[in-house]
């Protein structure tokens, strides 16, 4: 199985301010990567796929880069909407999420 | 708009089981991977395992190869999850999530969720 290490695990941010979570495959996955939000409320969406392919609807502040194994999702600015929990997500061999990050206001 | 609708809030005593679905408007069930997922509380997502309605072909997580049945019925485009011998260790929420084409590309859809809580 590939296992997914995503860090940190809380990141405390300004508003404005430019922020980047990290995830590292076990092994190389090929930009078989996903990253996804989850609000307060529970709903989920994907914000990027395929490393760093914008979803549609998706605002440009958001934007996905990597490859190998090292994957990175970066928020440009941050605004308030975007404080939520965050997750990658593997696809090469069936899926696995990584632990997830809360993005706080400092 | 694709839409998926998931069953209400479960309440199992240990070593029963429950069965949860994902009923999907908007979209032809046999035209993609349904993949279920679960969170614990307080904790991240993990995957439990997809199921490919269009044959019924199934691969799950290694963890619960021996908990969760995937099944499918293409004829009220719903999916379905069984969880058996439930253990207070099964209290979580339960989501279905696939993908389909948008006019954009690529697009994912998520249930809103499904609690099941173990307790005697």
């Known amino acids: 199985d590939i296992q997914m290490t995503q860090s940190p695990s809380t990141l405390p941010a300004s508003l404005g301010e430019r922020v980047t979570i990290n995830c590292r495959a076990s092994?190389?996955?090929?930009?078989?990567l996903n990253w996804y939000q989850q609000k307060p409320d529970g709903t989920i969406k994907r914000l990027i796929y395929?490393?760093?392919n914008l979803q549609s609807g998706v605002p440009s502040r958001f934007s996905g880069s990597g490859s190998g194994t090292d994957y990175s999702l970066t928020i440009s600015s941050l605004e308030p909407e975007d404080l939520a929990m965050y997750y990658c997500q593997q696809y090469a061999s069936s899926w696995t999420f990584g632990g997830g990050t809360k993005l706080e206001l400092k | 708009e694709v839409q998926l609708q998931q069953s209400g809030a479960e309440l199992g005593k240990p070593g029963t089981s429950v069965k949860l679905s994902c009923k999907v408007s908007g979209y032809n069930i046999r035209s993609t991977y349904m993949h279920w997922v679960n969170q614990r509380p307080g904790k991240g997502l993990e995957w439990i395992g997809r199921?490919?309605?269009?044959?019924?072909?199934?691969i799950y997580a290694e963890k619960f190869k021996s908990k969760a049945t995937l099944t499918a019925d293409t004829s009220s485009n719903t999916a379905y999850m069984q969880l058996s011998q439930l253990k207070s260790d099964d209290t979580a929420i339960y989501f279905c999530?696939?993908?389909?084409?948008?006019?954009?590309?690529?697009?994912?859809?998520w249930g809103q969720g499904a609690s099941v809580t173990v307790s005697s």
């Open positions: 999530a696939m993908d389909y084409p948008g006019p954009k590309g690529v697009m994912d859809a």
């Open positions: 092994r190389g996955i090929s930009n078989n």
């Open positions: 199921i490919d309605p269009a044959n019924g072909n199934t």
């Open positions: 395929y490393t760093s």
